[in-house]
């Protein structure tokens, strides 16, 4: 089974509107640590946000946020008023057993349209 | 300013030819860790080091060796390149504690001909 899974290869939204990208994970792990990244075509990989496994609230970063629903083993990113510069790929990735272990997912490549 | 440096940045090479990609970091982490990047896959992790001397596989370690021999380098050595293993790849660092963010290399790209 993957253990994490982005069902979404392309998305596009219009600038300034909110866009949620889908991840879902599987883990027997219970301490365990959830991440975005963001990958733009100059290639680099850029950290957006983190969610503890333990952590009660949802974890925000600015326009960014991250719907964590520990039940449905889901941590979907919420980007708000989107903005040009949002287009690039988005990683989901978690890390598991004592943070050894980094999986990351096949990556949803959002466009913003103007 | 904190970084993670791999070379070479590009590199195109033939079946058989040992290389080495070198990656330092200047923050003090002690994990390091090395995926690849391929189409469609997303990013693979190949090796990682939780400290000096302490290296363990990832998901895709075949045809890959490491070494962590001081706590900043941790070269990814391919000792004899196959076309299979043309990719991106990225070295990244973090604290073993706190939120375990990786800080992430620029990457290299690999041609094996």
């Known amino acids: 089974a993957q253990k994490i899974t982005q069902t979404q290869p392309g998305m596009f939204v219009q600038e300034k509107e909110a866009v949620t990208l889908d991840c879902t994970y599987d883990?027997?792990?219970?301490?365990?640590?959830l991440f975005w990244y963001k990958q733009p075509s100059s290639g680099e990989m850029i950290f957006l946000i983190y969610?503890?496994?333990?952590?009660?609230q949802n974890a925000t970063e600015g326009r960014y946020s991250l719907n964590f629903q520990k039940a449905r083993k889901s941590a979907n990113l919420v980007i708000s008023a989107s903005q040009l510069g949002d287009s690039a790929m988005y990683f989901c990735?978690?890390?598991?057993?004592?943070?050894?272990?980094?999986?990351f997912g096949t990556g949803t490549k959002l466009q913003v349209i103007p | 300013e904190a970084q993670v440096t791999q070379n070479p940045r590009y590199l195109i090479t033939v079946t058989g030819k040992k290389l080495t990609v070198t990656c330092s970091q200047n923050?003090?982490?002690?994990?390091m860790s090395w995926y690849r990047q391929d189409p469609g896959l997303g990013l693979r992790q190949i090796y990682y080091?939780?400290?000096?001397?302490?290296?363990d596989k990832g998901d895709v370690p075949e045809g890959y060796k490491v070494s962590r021999k001081e706590k900043r380098n941790f070269p990814l050595i391919l000792e004899s390149p196959s076309p299979n293993q043309t990719s991106l790849y990225f070295c990244?660092?973090?604290?073993?504690?706190?939120?375990?963010?990786?800080?992430f290399g620029e990457g290299s790209r690999l041609t094996v001909l």
């Open positions: 990244a660092s973090s604290w073993t504690g706190g939120t375990g963010e990786l800080f």
């Open positions: 883990t027997s792990d219970p301490s365990y640590g």
């Open positions: 969610q503890g496994s333990y952590d009660q």
């Open positions: 990735a978690m890390r598991e057993k004592g943070y050894q272990k980094v999986t």
């Open positions: 923050m003090n982490h002690e994990y």
């Open positions: 080091s939780m400290n000096v001397e302490v290296t």
